[in-house]
Antibody
Framework: QVQLVESGGGVVQPGRSLRLSCAAS????????MHWVRQAPGKGLEWVAV????????YYADSVKGRFTISRDNSKNTLYLQMNSLRAEDTAVYYC???????????????WGQGTLVTVSS | QSVLTQPPSVSAAPGQKVTISCSGS????????VSWYQQLPGTAPKLLIY???KRPSGIPDRFSGSNSGTSATLDITGLQTGDEADYYC???????????FGGGTKLTVL
């Protein structure tokens, strides 16, 4: 069965960096578009970034553009989110999500991980 | 302020029907498929409806989706207390080149 396991969250000071990972199993990782979605405490869902199956195309939410970088290593079945210049408003649970088969950049969030909490605070 | 607009809350009695709306524009709902997600308290979101009106395996037919122009709707019939959750619509916005969600709707089963 599909499993997505995020890791790398924690408490970080404003302006610092953090890298999240999402280990995927149970499906052909290299064939699927992957996303990061976040949810601030008590708030709704916010899409963060998407990467195509081969890593050649990436799109970002305006709120993170220029600060966050999505990447993937298909040989390790792992998705990453490099987060730089972190701000208090980046505090959220970060979910990785797998898109549907045969999608080029966006279909829907077919499976979700359990999330990892990032807290940006001094 | 979310790109897609949902009512903050809806409520109905067990066994009744509830409708959750999701309003957008021609750059998102008007030209892209809509999906719906259920988030039970303390858990990750779960796919309920995709491509406007399709249900993944395991989702009961009490949940249905529809789409008309720049709006989408999620209907839930035969409400159960276990349906109490937050519901989100989502799609792609072709002008923003970004995924977008509604602000979420909290369903209370009275």
């Amino acid at each position: 069965q599909v499993q997505l396991v995020e890791s790398g969250g924690g408490v970080v000071q404003p302006g610092r960096s953090l890298r999240l990972s999402c280990a995927a199993s149970g499906f052909t990782f290299s064939s699927h578009v992957m996303h990061w979605v976040r949810q601030a405490p008590g708030k709704g869902l916010e899409w963060v970034a998407v990467i195509s199956y081969d890593g050649s195309n990436k799109y970002y939410a305006d709120s993170v553009k220029g600060r966050f970088t999505i990447s993937r290593d298909n040989s390790k079945n792992t998705l990453y989110l490099q987060m730089n210049s972190l701000r208090a408003e980046d505090t959220a649970v970060y979910y990785c999500a797998k898109d549907a088969p045969l999608i080029t950049i966006f279909g829907y969030f077919q499976h979700w991980g359990q999330g990892t909490l990032v807290t940006v605070s001094s | 302020q979310s790109v897609l607009t949902q009512p903050p809350s809806v409520s109905a009695a067990p066994g009744q029907k509830v409708t959750i709306s999701c309003s957008g524009s021609s750059s998102n709902i008007g030209n892209n498929y809509v999906s719906w997600y259920q988030q039970l308290p303390g858990t990750a979101p779960k796919l309920l409806i995709y491509d406007n009106n399709k249900r993944p395996s395991g989702i009961p037919d009490r949940f249905s989706g529809s789409n008309s122009g720049t709006s989408a709707t999620l209907d839930i019939t035969g409400l159960q207390t276990g349906d109490e959750a937050d519901y989100y619509c989502g799609t792609w916005d072709s002008s923003l080149s970004a995924g977008v969600f509604g602000g979420g709707t909290k369903l209370t089963v009275l």
